[in-house]
């Protein structure tokens, strides 16, 4: 990890050093940044990415579990599953309005996410060919992204912060509901079981990916954590995350497609085996199973639904011009 600094930003005069100074301070006493506040560059730059990245990976991140919402085996469980899909919806607009407060303009962030010059999450590039998938997301994925997401809560910039509060109330929700079908599935036919086991055979590992490289290889940790945008490294997360998974497996009746999982008396830890980061890497580089066509669907949302974004444009305008 590259050491980290303060001000980034040689200061230009003496105003600018003042406001630094300032900065450093609201930082170090733990207080929030807030959009009329003056901030560095880099830490600007460094939230609009990770933020409009969050924003990406909520919106693609609707598409898995979306495929299922036409074939989900019963009224209810059809409507759990569109409500969730649309709290993910909720959560993309909430973080493209936060990254909205830093300037970024959001037709802009879909096309960089749509011309493969932002990212979003490594996760959603995986097929969900069985409906045990829909179970094991909300149990996986939506786990480690509490484990993730819970320290955002007391991010440094404000409305990041306060958008993550209610994301994360309803990730449990996500996490619950996902638990709840599997138990229902392990209560079920041997069949089911079987499902089960498949999909968390096909998911664990990528889960663990979620949670970017290994420290030592995170070219930003280290200042995101200096700046308070983080609050834990990439790896501390990921080993909660184990930790607090292999009991609810255990519960569950499902095994963890690791040979080396094993408790760790001595530190209180689950250890885990090695991570395919080859993998990670295709998957980031476009080459996963589904990239193509997660953005495909965005492009053509995006395209299809433009005169939507021109009719509500005008209406805004229309009436931004007759006067109360
Ligand atoms: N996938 O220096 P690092 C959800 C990138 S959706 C893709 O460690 P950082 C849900 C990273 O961006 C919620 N890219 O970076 C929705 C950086 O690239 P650039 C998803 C990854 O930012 C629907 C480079 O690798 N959660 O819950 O310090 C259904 C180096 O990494 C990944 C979030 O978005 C990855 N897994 O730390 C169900 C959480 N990992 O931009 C559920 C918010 C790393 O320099 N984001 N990269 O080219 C974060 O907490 C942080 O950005 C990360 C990475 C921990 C992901």
Same mark, same amino acid.
Not at 34 to 52: F, N, S
Not at 66 to 76: H, V
Not at 235 to 251: C, I, S, W, Y
């Given at each position: 990890?590259?050491?980290?600094?303060?001000?980034? @930003?040689?200061?230009?005069?003496?105003?600018?050093?003042?406001?630094?100074? @300032?900065?450093?301070?609201?930082?170090?006493?733990?207080?929030?940044?807030?959009?009329?506040?003056?901030?560095?560059?880099?830490?600007?730059?460094?939230?609009?990415?990770?933020?409009?990245?969050?924003?990406?990976?909520?919106?693609? /991140?609707?598409?898995?579990?979306?495929?299922?919402?036409?074939?989900?085996?019963?009224?209810?469980?059809?409507?759990?599953?569109?409500?969730?899909?649309?709290?993910?919806?909720?959560?993309?607009?909430?973080?493209?309005?936060?990254?909205?407060?830093?300037?970024?303009?959001?037709?802009?962030?879909?096309?960089?996410?749509?011309? /493969?010059?932002?990212?979003?999450?490594?996760?959603?590039?995986?097929?969900?060919?069985?409906?045990?998938?829909?179970?094991?997301?909300?149990?996986?994925?939506?786990?480690?992204?509490?484990?993730?997401?819970?320290?955002?809560?007391?991010?440094?910039?404000?409305?990041?912060?306060?958008?993550?509060?209610?994301?994360?109330?309803?990730?449990?929700?996500?996490?619950? @509901?996902?638990?709840?079908?599997?138990?229902?599935?392990?209560?079920?036919?041997?069949?089911?079981?079987?499902?089960?086991?498949?999909?968390?055979?096909?998911?664990?590992?990528?889960?663990?990916?979620?949670?970017?490289?290994?420290?030592?290889?995170?070219?930003?940790?280290?200042?995101?954590?200096?700046?308070?945008?983080?609050?834990?490294?990439?790896?501390?997360?990921?080993?909660?995350?184990?930790?607090?998974?292999?009991?609810?497996?255990?519960?569950?009746?499902?095994?963890?497609?690791?040979?080396?999982?094993?408790?760790?008396?001595?530190?209180?830890?689950?250890?885990?085996?090695?991570?395919?980061?080859?993998?990670?890497?295709?998957?980031?580089?476009? @080459?996963?199973?589904?990239?193509?066509?997660?953005?495909?669907?965005?492009?053509?949302?995006?395209?299809?639904?433009?005169?939507?974004?021109?009719?509500?444009?005008?209406?805004?305008?229309?009436?931004?011009?007759?006067?109360?």
């Amino acid at each position: 990890m590259p050491a980290p600094t303060l001000d980034r @930003q040689p200061a230009g005069s003496p105003d600018e050093a003042a406001l630094q100074q @300032q900065f450093a301070a609201t930082i170090a006493a733990d207080r929030r940044i807030e959009p009329r506040d003056w901030m560095p560059e880099g830490y600007r730059k460094t939230l609009v990415r990770q933020v409009a990245q969050h924003a990406h990976s909520e919106i693609i /991140g609707m598409q898995p579990e979306g495929d299922w919402l036409l074939a989900a085996p019963s009224l209810r469980r059809k409507a759990v599953l569109l409500a969730k899909v649309q709290d993910e919806a909720g959560h993309g607009l909430y973080l493209y309005s936060a990254a909205e407060t830093l300037g970024a303009d959001r037709a802009d962030l879909t096309d960089k996410l749509i011309e /493969g010059r932002q990212k979003y999450s490594s996760i959603f590039n995986y097929p969900t060919p069985s409906y045990a998938d829909v179970g094991v997301i909300g149990w996986l994925v939506d786990g480690a992204a509490i484990c993730n997401q819970v320290p955002l809560c007391r991010s440094s910039y404000g409305p990041y912060a306060r958008a993550m509060i209610r994301v994360c109330k309803e990730e449990s929700f996500h996490q619950r @509901q996902g638990y709840e079908l599997l138990m229902t599935m392990m209560r079920g036919t041997d069949e089911q079981r079987a499902m089960v086991q498949e999909s968390v055979d096909r998911w664990w590992w990528p889960s663990l990916m979620m949670f970017g490289p290994p420290d030592d290889e995170s070219p930003n940790t280290a200042q995101s954590m200096a700046w308070g945008i983080k609050r834990h490294t990439n790896d501390e997360l990921r080993q909660r995350f184990v930790d607090m998974t292999v009991p609810q497996a255990q519960f569950l009746g499902v095994t963890l497609p690791d040979p080396d999982l094993a408790w760790d008396e001595e530190s209180g830890h689950w250890r885990f085996g090695a991570i395919d980061w080859e993998e990670f890497k295709r998957v980031l580089g476009g @080459q996963g199973p589904m990239n193509d066509v997660r953005i495909a669907r965005r492009r053509a949302a995006r395209d299809d639904n433009a005169w939507v974004v021109e009719a509500a444009t005008a209406h805004a305008r229309k009436h931004e011009a007759v006067p109360a």
